[in-house]
């Protein structure tokens, strides 16, 4: 319990220390118009307040993520705590404020945007392919694991299919109204749910004194798959995610002033890996161990884990309401995600979101996808959903490194976890059974020489950019 309890205090002191100091390194301008203000259509670009921005960024990046992801990396053991820990304070907070306010300062612009410009134009072409691969698939994710969650709560009556079908319904109204119409309204509720449900968990950890085990670095996973690059996968959400990426340029486009970005972006992933940090101790203590926690899974999944711990420490109507919590996240994860793919692709081709038909015509082949991947057995898909992720998070650290560097300031804040996961995404392709399927120890070989290729093509370029100029940031007229 004291490794728990010191967790949550590290990360809520790293926002006030690290999430200060990463801001003033990036250097807020608080005169400089947003793009809320200077793009303003009433769809995508519209101001709105700083809370409401927090908690629709908190929701938009809570997917199953930081709860699912947790309770498969408490298999692990308490080593899990560490990567949750310093993973969120160093690598996930500095990932999701640099995306957010890079963007801010780029009118709003998504990830493939910015790699175009900051990495090269090649980039903008694999990350635009790379970020709907990655959006499609946490939609169908998101839509697969709500859905059967709603399934176990109602005993089976209301069949799966209809649970589906109204869930999409759900997505396409949210993924091409305005921002303002569903997604502003409901989200108060929803967060409500949410914390509800986490600080329920997590209180009756501290009040019961649940025996969540104190940290060692012993590999405790049943099956004795390696810490890495497994581990560094498994927790995404709640530690380090490039499906924030994707949802960060969302709240850009609705930010009133710079000012509020720790807040909203650094903020938000501290509140993720609280979430995180519950879940995980929650798995470990009350199945007795891995072993115990191992047959759970196998038998209902990360989704039966959340079912009975939420019935375990809350009775029948405080874990009901847990479970609702927890569906609410996906949910609130998924929209965003088709959403985000729609301006991404509407950027790309230059398409105006202006027109309802215009958005409708981009986000229908979206959901055809995702309804014929859900047919796909949801293990695979979280596969495939974790290495495209963390993927996606090595490409936005390198903008968010290659930014800094041209800025003429600490680019090791954003390079160093680029490296790092560089290596574990790697790592991960070349052993993986989707991937390469190479011994891990020719994996690790392949994965150093590839990283160190990475890291030296960075310097080159931020030395190319430096002598080319490259404009940081769009130029707008200062606010009265």
Not at 221 to 231: E, Q, W, Y
Not at 421 to 439: D, E, H, K, R, V
Request: contains cysteine; positive net charge.
């Amino acid at each position: 319990m004291i490794t728990f309890l010191v967790s949550i205090a590290l990360l809520i002191i790293g926002y006030f220390t690290y999430g200060k100091y990463v801001e003033k390194t990036f250097g807020v301008n608080t005169d400089r118009q947003t793009p809320a203000y200077t793009h303003g259509d009433g769809v995508d670009y519209l101001p709105m307040g700083e809370k409401k921005n927090a908690l629709i960024q908190l929701l938009n990046i809570a997917g199953v993520g930081p709860i699912f992801g947790p309770i498969l990396g408490a298999l692990y053991g308490p080593v899990a705590f560490l990567w949750i820990v310093f993973g969120c304070i160093f690598a996930g907070a500095v990932h999701d404020y640099l995306t957010g306010m890079i963007s801010i300062r780029n009118r709003g612009a998504h990830l493939p945007e910015l790699a175009g410009k900051f990495l090269g134009k090649v980039m903008k072409h694999v990350v635009n392919a790379f970020a709907i691969l990655l959006l499609v698939l946490v939609g169908t994710v998101f839509v697969t694991a709500p859905a059967d969650l709603l399934h176990n709560m109602t005993s089976s009556w209301l069949s799966l299919p209809i649970i589906i079908g109204a869930i999409f319904v759900y997505y396409m109204l949210a993924t091409m109204l305005p921002i303002d119409k569903i997604i502003g309204r409901f989200y108060p509720i929803f967060g409500a749910l949410l914390l509800i449900s986490a600080i329920g968990v997590g209180a009756s950890l501290v009040i019961t004194g649940a025996p969540v085990p104190e940290l060692t670095l012993t590999n405790m996973h049943p099956d004795n798959a390696p810490i890495f690059p497994l581990l560094f996968l498994t927790i995404s959400c709640g530690a380090l995610s490039g499906f924030h990426a994707t949802q960060t340029p969302i709240i850009s486009r609705t930010t009133q002033t710079e000012k509020q970005g720790r807040r909203i972006f650094y903020g938000m992933m501290i509140a993720e890996g609280i979430i995180a940090m519950i879940w995980a101790a929650a798995a470990m203590s009350v199945f007795n161990g891995s072993a115990g926690l191992n047959e759970v899974l196998a038998n209902g999944g990360p989704a039966g884990v959340v079912s009975e711990v939420s019935i375990a420490m809350l009775g029948a109507v405080g874990g009901t309401l847990a479970v609702l919590g927890v569906i609410v996240l996906p949910i609130t994860s998924g929209d965003t995600a088709f959403r985000s793919a729609r301006m991404i692709i509407a950027d790309y081709i230059k398409v105006s979101q202006k027109k309802i038909a215009s958005r409708i015509w981009i986000a229908l082949p979206l959901f055809v996808i995702s309804f014929v991947l859900t047919r796909i057995d949801f293990t695979l898909l979280w596969r495939y959903f974790s290495w495209a992720n963390q993927s996606t998070a090595v490409i936005a650290l390198w903008v968010g490194a290659m930014y800094l560097f041209l800025a003429r300031k600490n680019y090791w804040i954003a390079a160093i976890p680029a490296a790092f996961m560089t290596m574990a995404t790697f790592t991960y392709i070349l052993n993986a059974p989707i991937g390469f399927g190479l011994s891990m120890n020719v994996s690790y070989i392949g994965a150093a020489v590839i990283t160190i290729i990475i890291v030296s093509s960075f310097f080159i370029a931020a030395r190319r950019g430096l002598k080319q100029n490259i404009p940081l940031e769009e130029e707008l007229k200062p606010t009265a």
